[in-house]
T-cell receptor, first 118, second 111 residues
Framework: KAGVTQTPRYLIKTRGQQVTLSCSPI?????VSWYQQTPGQGLQFLFEYFSETQRNKGNFPGRFSGRQFSNSRSEMNVSTLELGDSALYLC?????????????????FGAGTRLSVL | GESVGLHLPTLSVQEGDNSIINCAYS??????FIWYKQESGKGPQFIIDIRSNMDKRQGQRVTVLLNKTVKHLSLQIAATQPGDSAVYFCAEKIGNNRLAFGKGNQVVVIP
């Protein structure tokens, strides 16, 4: 079974631009979560989508948004990029239906998209 | 991992020795915890998890201990190998399928 796939792996943008990152979850997984990883702040939760609905949202400004499609693939968008948005953006998928603990809760991560804002 | 520029606590361990990585969590109501390993250029990789109704869980060469009284988790790696060199993160589940991660610990295995 293929793992979580994130595209592109690397992106270079300039301040003020916008960017869209893509995530394909593990087949059958219905929940997709996004995290931002920086040296200073570590791994921080952005948002989570399940069945095309945002269920959780972290403490990030409205410039960060996302969506999920009917096939569970997800995209996140960052508008009006700032230098501080430079980070590794990680996507994780998990299997939620009938959640009662165990392996169904585990979030599996992709390799991430490295975004550099110049 | 993504530790460039960040001074992470570092554990240097001789190959073949046991490693212990510690983590404090913040939310006494958290009922699920996970340890992840992140190698350079890769995303976090699941190692082992534990629910709050347990205080110990063992996997292959790894053991997680949970002390709810002091809100402390530890990860023990037996017979540490060069491939175990990585940054290790503990995470607690807060709310619905949302993880809060610790800052990470760098493990360096000395051959």
């Amino acid at each position: 079974k293929a793992g979580v796939t994130q595209t592109p792996r690397y992106l270079i943008k300039t301040r003020g631009q916008q960017v869209t990152l893509s995530c394909s979850p593990i087949s059958g997984h219905r929940s997709v979560s996004w995290y931002q990883q920086t040296p200073g702040q570590g791994l921080q939760f952005l948002f989570e989508y399940f069945s095309e609905t945002q269920r959780n949202k972290g403490n990030f400004p409205g410039r960060f948004s996302g969506r999920q499609f009917s096939n569970s693939r997800s995209e996140m968008n960052v508008s009006t990029l700032e230098l501080g948005d430079s980070a590794l953006y990680l996507c994780a998928s998990s299997w939620i239906p009938g959640t009662s603990g165990g392996a169904k809760n585990i979030q599996y991560f992709g390799a991430g998209t490295r975004l550099s804002v110049l | 991992g993504e530790s460039v520029g960040l001074h992470l606590p570092t554990l240097s361990v001789q190959e073949g020795d046991n490693s212990i990585i510690n983590c404090a969590y913040s939310n006494s109501a958290s009922d699920y915890f996970i340890w992840y390993k992140q190698e350079s250029g890769k995303g976090p990789q699941f190692i082992i998890d534990i629910r709050s109704n347990m205080d110990k869980r063992q996997g292959q060469r790894v053991t997680v201990l949970l002390n709810k009284t002091v809100k402390h988790l530890s990860l023990q790696i037996a017979a540490t190998q060069p491939g175990d060199s990585a940054v290790y993160f503990c995470a607690e589940k807060i709310g619905n399928n949302r993880l809060a991660f610790g800052k990470g610990n760098q493990v360096v295995v000395i051959p």
